[in-house]
């Protein structure tokens, strides 16, 4: 293997010293052997001319290992050029061919902004554009041209190995990206013939912005980067002057001049030749993708895909060679191509490299997903699938394309999704419904889509928002979408141009200190004590979600939906957390967005079935048998409406006082003891819910003791303060370390999981959660409640701590759905108890018999909460004065006797 690719500045002088007559008569072959691979990718310098020495010089005397060349005409320009009988069909300079004169398919897109202003985008291509495809759309061939000594001919042709030669070759095929014979579908390659304005780059928002006023379509800045050439104004990237009126339009020859000598025939850097900063586009340091789409520019620099000191893995030799870059060049130096080619394979949406649904080629360690012909003929084969794309290195050693440098560990994602028992439906296949389109579209820079594409939804967008343009708003209206096909894409979570390697969204990445965790703080940070523990990762800085905004006053119904959301959205523009930002500061803002009635039917009966998509959980699973609105089951609470974000004294859930004192008790004065409202069963009853949105409020006084120790650490810090993630229990289970949170070098994040509902450990009937499961066991054992959770009968919050059957050594066999609800995200009562005295006001579901037992009244099922529950309170007491007397008839546990269940 190459070592990694290194520029070299001694290369760089030498190149520039070069008189400009030498520069243009030596050849690019001369230059590669004389100053080293570095000059066919860095062009710190003005790039050379000299059209003899390219590939585009198909006459007899060009290089030997060209694909095209002349049998024998020897002539250089007259396969493009003729000073006499030039076409009269074509403004072109003096051009010697004719066009195809056929119609092509253009590039689209749904976030694609020059479709929605007006004249944006020409019907057909214009200006240079029709002169390259002369010759690139296959159409006619390549030696015909109109004059050749006073007469139209077609000049003999050859490959490489001399075999005949008519049109331009598929190279490696014509759906596998590598191919220079266009065609004439255009969908797979830059637009083109589009008019490239100020409205356009506003409505974009990463993009270059131009003038408003005269002269207009010249960049803002006055870099001379951009815009339409005149007499006085040359601009590194020429816009042409074929849109209406003469607005000036991207066209082929804006990044391609075909005379330079220089890879790709581009006018600048096709690589990252330094690191990308917060700067103005550097024509001698960043890559011509840059000069339009800057990408909010430090906010890409600062990424894990362009940031020097994460994105330094080098590219294997094969797949370095296979996609034509020049030594083994690291990450960052490839930036935008890593992901995308301006001529990708057919099929692959936004320009995405492999995001076609295609095998890997037979070379495991290209891992070219390559369309060949063979294949093509299925659907699913040439359909887009954009998690192919970050497969490239999101994959096995065997297949990735890049190399690992001592502080890399780029996560093998591609296992989770083929390979967990469980997953997120990714795959294009793993629709319900039979269909072949990716379900999933977005809609600008900040990846946002419609709600009908995340589920079905008969609402329409909200109008009181800016998250979508009026006409994306437009375009999303009307149509309900399929709650039977529900699927996911890795930008739904991610956005790969922000994304950071760092605990937090607003984090440096790094491969050091914080940037080795990579995903979240466990628990929060003391500093904030804990409230920060749900801020979102660096890997979902920029991606978008909703918040659940609740203006009615909290009822006794259950689940309470939010009465709306709002729409999270943007790059961050500071480091503040609060979830009154506009961007997106919190893990479940993005979850909710597929999980509540934001994406879903509004009715909870109308929810998604369970097992509706590949690698789901099958419906009926701990008696489960829909999806079910997380957003409403997590909001349902109270908490300081001042400020929720920090806990303090008005946050807990009103049992007893900070101080540890009883309500009513003369010495534990305080506010926070009547709860709102006050839910069935008495005032020491309150709603229960694991910190996901809020914390719980309740310290380890209001848990009846200082010593109260039945959550394990990283949970035990910062008690009734900290906020935890749904990451924490949804995901691999081996990313899950009992006492220390996540796993370091394990994936984190809900992709897959061997165990059903993506948790980290088993929660399905019937669970044995005996003390096996709580004291030293692996985080792969049963029971996903005993990586966090340790009651033990010495604190299990009864009076005198001498109810040993309270503690797991008294449970060992018994489900934890006996006297817990099944779904455990929020509730009505405290410490998610189900109570069998009063299940009708609780779940709004009539109490449902399984057996007759004379003593309780029968075990319940009500799902998805009730599960044969066998639990009954009479009493509410605080913590630490619980009693038998308190439960069931009020004689103690003889209730709960082998006639109702076995195993107690």
Known sequence: MRAPFQWNASVLARLGSLPRKARALLGLATLAATLGAVTAIAQTTPPLTGIAATAHNLSKTGKADRNVKAESETQVCVFCHTPHNASTTIAGPLWNRSSSAGSYTRYTSASMDADSIANGFSADPGGSSVLCLSCHDGMVAIGSVLNLKGKAVTISMTDKN???????????????????????????????????????AAADGEMTRLTTTDPKQRDLAGNNIIGIRSSTYKPLLPLEATGSSGAGQVQCATCHDPHLEAQKFLRTNRFQVEEAGNRAFDKDKDQICLACHPKLGNSWAESAHAKKVVADEYYIDTAASRRGFPGTPQVWQVGCLNCHDTHTAQGSRRLLREGVNATPSNNAADSFRKLSAAVAASALDTVSAVENTCYQCHTGLGTKIIGSNATSIVPNIEYEFNSRSYRMPIKTEEQTGGTTTENHN??????????????????????????????????????????????????????PHRVRRSPFFYGTSSDTGDGLERTHKVAGTTANKGADGNVASGVLRGTWGVEPVYTTALGNTWPQKPDRYEVKYGDPTSSTFTRSQPYLTREYQLCFKCHSDYSNPTAAVDFPSLGNTGGGTASGTNGVQRYTNVAAEFGSVKFNTAN??????????????????????????????????????????HRSWHPVMYPTGRDKDERGSASWSNIKAPFSTNVGRQTMYCSDCHGDPGAWAVTTGKAAGVVQGPHG?????????????????????????????PGVCGNCHQPTSSVSGFAGATEASHGWSGKDGVPCTYCHVAVPHGWKNKAFLVNTAC??????????????CASMGGQVNAPPYYRNALLRINAWRVSGAWAETACGDGTGKTWMTETCQEGW
């Open 442 to 495: 977005i809609r600008n820079a900040n990846f946002v889509e419609c709600r009908k594409n995340l589920g079905g939804t008969a609402e329409d967008e909200p109008t009181t928002t800016s998250h979508l343009t009026a006409a994306q708003k437009t375009a999303c209206n009307g149509t309900v979408g399929s709650k039977d096909k529900r699927h996911v894409e890795c930008t739904d979570c991610h956005n």
């Open 644 to 685: 929720p974000d920090i806990p303090g004294t008005t946050t807990d859930q009103g049992e007893t006082t900070n101080a540890g004192k009883a309500c009513g008790d003369p010495a534990g004065t305080g506010s926070d003891c009547a709860p709102t409202p006050s839910p069935p069963g008495g005032t020491n009853n």
């Open 839 to 852: 299940v009708g006001p609780e779940s709004g579901i009539t109490q449902t018999y399984t057996n007759g």
């Open 162 to 200: 001399g075999a005949a030669l008519t049109y331009m070759p598929d190279g490696d095929g014509q759906l596998s990206g590598f191919t220079r014979n266009l065609q004439q579908d255009l969908s797979n390659d830059h637009p083109i013939s589009v008019t490239y304005d100020d409205a356009l």
């Open 753 to 781: 999981s061997n165990k059903p509902f993506l948790l980290k450990g088993d929660w399905s009937l019937p669970l044995a959660t005996g003390p096996g499961s709580y004291t030293g066991q692996s985080p792969s054992s």
